[in-house]
């Protein structure tokens, strides 16, 4: 029996018992508990709004493990298709978001240039998110490190919005031939504004709107690299500072300006897509905000989870723990409850929100089955089981795109092995953004080599004594013991 948490709010008035849940019991303070209804027989069950919602963030073109060659794309597909059937069984309706970060410049996201349907740089990545029907995408700053006509081709191919109340785009300038960076009317439906990027939208599911807002990083201008060139036009919405690049502005005023402004169109659920980073200069915490439900947090290290997998839910890799809870509940400046949630990076899990609203638009549960989901063979398998299906396949137009873009000449000249290790090599994002690891060794090792042969071949007569490496420039564990370009180019 799947039993649900349910919340209690300022704004709403109920009945409650017994408390459940590590996640619920770790959550209780003032103004909000979770626990079972307690009605009597024969009370008129009031009409809920069930919602299931599937996320990611930071996935940065990573379709495929460059060690293990896991297709984690594909599998996320799969899940996606299996946990669309479930609500559908279930009589839930489901939103698809990502909250920033949805490509990386890399080997997968240059293919795309030699695929014919394609064309260009990224563009493989967008044909992806179209075929997984994404409903938006809240921006954060790796979308832009192709420049801003790449990202000016992306735009122009999603069949969604890009969401950000804090960038602006009005003088942004783009080279010749390259679609412009079209700016939609905040708080319409997102089909009317796919393809441009807007502070706020709806989508719209039987009659019931669910609003959607998105921040970019308030280091967005920092963690671009020479964003006067790569970026030319592009600012903050009230500017930054010459001095350290940050907002003037603080994105709280902006955030709640966009709900108010959904509020005014009768929307009372919304969900802010907040790619923050692990540190932020503006940040925005749940204590400061109103009227937001459901926060889906980006572009930090760590993830949120349960303790243990209940079949195919809250299933995670293997050796892998989750940091904090599923969903991890706050609360707001009116004393109301916030659900905050986020999922791993890569490709690596797929994130699943199953939340029940009042007519008030609060929440009132939580679904059980709710958290992250990993993007393996195994999880596929658990979930194709729970829905007693004969198979589990990924949706067609991934396969497609994916099929193409590992077909291609750049994709089939990284298999060739041109090393081999003994050790696996340490290139995990909490280690490598924290402290020393043996790839981060080799990575600066192998830059002062090249630079100490460089100097002396180009006759400069300059000593090179030490090289810094960006942790950031490191993505990927290399297991080894054969080391492919794949892995190295990754």
């Known amino acids: ?183 939609g009317e905040d708080a319409l439906n997102v089909n009317e504004v796919a393809g441009k990027v807007v502070r706020s939208a709806y989508v719209e599911i039987e009659g019931e709107r669910i609003g959607l ?42 955030v709640l300006e966009q709900v108010d402004l959904l509020k005014q169109k009768g929307i009372n659920k919304i969900i802010l897509l907040d790619h923050a980073q692990d540190f932020t200069g503006d940040p925005l915490s749940a204590s400061s905000l109103r009227d937001i439900d459901i926060v889906v947090a980006a572009g930090s290290t760590g993830f949120m989870g349960a303790d243990e997998p209940n079949g195919p839910f809250n299933l995670l890799r293997e050796g892998e723990e989750a940091n904090a809870d599923y969903p991890t509940v706050r609360e707001d400046s009116e004393g109301n409850p916030v659900l905050v949630v986020n999922s791993d990076q890569l490709y690596a899990y797929i994130g699943q929100l199953i939340v029940s609203f009042n007519a008030d638009g609060l929440i009132e549960s939580i679904d059980e089955r709710s958290g992250p989901i990993a993007t393996t063979e195994q999880a596929v398998n658990a979930l194709r089981e729970y829905l007693e299906l004969e198979e589990l396949w990924p949706i067609a137009g991934v396969r497609e795109v994916f099929e ?22 340490n290139g995990e994002r909490a280690a490598v953004r924290s402290r020393e690891t043996n790839l981060g060794r080799i990575a600066a090792d192998s830059t002062l080599w090249f630079a100490r042969r460089y100097a002396v071949e180009s006759s400069l007569g300059i000593p090179v004594d030490i090289a810094l490496k960006n942790g950031g420039g490191i993505r990927e564990n290399i297991l080894g013991p054969n080391i492919t370009r794949l892995s190295v180019g990754e």
Request: proline share 6%; charged share 15%.
């Open 1 to 183: 029996m799947i039993q649900n948490h349910q919340l209690k709010s300022n704004r709403s008035v109920g009945r409650f018992s017994n408390l459940m849940s590590k996640a619920c019991q770790s959550a209780v303070f003032a103004g909000l508990f979770c626990a079972v209804a307690a009605s009597g027989e024969g009370d008129p069950q009031p009409e809920l709004f069930h919602l299931q919602i599937l996320h990611s963030s930071d996935n940065e073109s990573a379709f495929q493990d460059p060690n293990t060659l896991e297709p984690k794309v594909l599998h996320y597909s799969a899940l996606t298709a299996g946990l669309e059937e479930l609500a559908a069984r279930e009589g839930w309706n489901t939103l698809h978001l990502t909250a920033g970060d949805h490509t990386l410049p890399g080997l997968f996201y240059e293919a795309a240039a030699q695929v014919e349907s394609l064309g260009n740089p990224g563009l493989g990545d967008i044909a992806i998110y179209n075929a997984l029907g994404l409903d938006a995408n809240g921006v954060g700053n790796h979308e832009f490190d192709g420049g801003l006509d790449d990202f000016a081709r992306m735009l122009n191919a999603a069949d969604y919005p890009f969401i950000s109340v804090n960038l602006d785009f009005s003088n942004a300038q783009v080279g010749d031939g390259i679609p412009a960076v079209e700016i």
């Open 404 to 425: 193409a873009l590992t077909n291609t000449p750049l994709i089939q000249e990284q298999l060739e092995v041109v090393g081999e290790t003994r050790f696996p090599l």
């Open 213 to 254: 807002i998105g921040r970019s990083p308030a280091d967005f201008f920092n963690v671009i690299s020479d964003s006067a060139t790569t970026m030319p036009g592009v600012d903050f919405i009230g500017g930054r500072n010459p001095d350290d690049n940050q907002p003037l502005v603080s994105a709280l005023g902006q």
